[in-house]
């Protein structure tokens, strides 16, 4: 099991932790890191680990491993190979996980925004998306873009929580994602609170802040199958 530091603190860049494990694919594990694994629609963090030697491993992306909270590092080609017992400094790439961060943050808003059941998402640099199980098209590019930006600059505050999971089964109400279901089993689940605006479970990086996102606005909005509707946003930078 991995100490997942991101999540009390996704503003941590770096830490000191201890190589683990190393797979036979060269996927090291630590036993604390500061990198996201890909899931919930957001990519695994890059960066890389530092050597006692000063030597550094460039890590191309982070994926779950076995575990519920194991997290595997995945070295681009061509670098040197860990140690089970080494120590290293794991330092992240901040300016794009933060990108990443602030489009989350912001999907949870959107999901606000558009009161349909959310059928699946992505998060990418600069760029997210939500699909919504939306039957005919109620909603339009410029009103939605208008009201992000609204509840953007009235700074609401981005809060941690946890429930139960007897807690969250009294309440499914909370879940907006009808392709992807919170993790259970564990005994309790993340929720991610933006004051005001949304309540839902979530184990991905987010701002603090909704002011910090910064100024989006809506790409464009697709049709994509019957009743799906695809509502894309970006940076305005």
Known sequence: MTELVFRDDPYAKSCEATVTAVN???????????????????PGDTGSLRLADGTEIAIATTVKGAGAEDVVHVPAEGQVAATPGATVTATIDWQTRHRLMRIHTCLHLLSSVVEYPVTGGQIS????????????????????TARLNELIQEGHAVNVGWISDDELAAQ?????????????????????????????????????????????????????????????IEFVE
């Open 125 to 144: 640099d600069g760029r997210g998306r939500l699909d919504f199980d939306m039957p005919e098209m109620t909603v339009e590019k410029d009103a939605i």
């Open 24 to 42: 036979d694919r060269g996927g090291i594990e630590l036993d604390r890191t500061v990198f996201y694994p890909t899931g919930g629609g957001q």
């Open 172 to 232: 499914p109400e909370l879940v907006k994602t009808m392709s992807v279901k919170p993790p259970v089993g564990q005994g309790r689940v993340r929720l991610i609170d933006v004051d005001g605006c949304d309540l839902q479970p979530c184990g991905g990086t987010h701002v603090a802040n909704t002011s910090e996102i910064g100024q989006v606005r809506v790409r464009k909005i697709e049709k994509k199958g019957r009743q799906n509707r695809r509502v894309s």
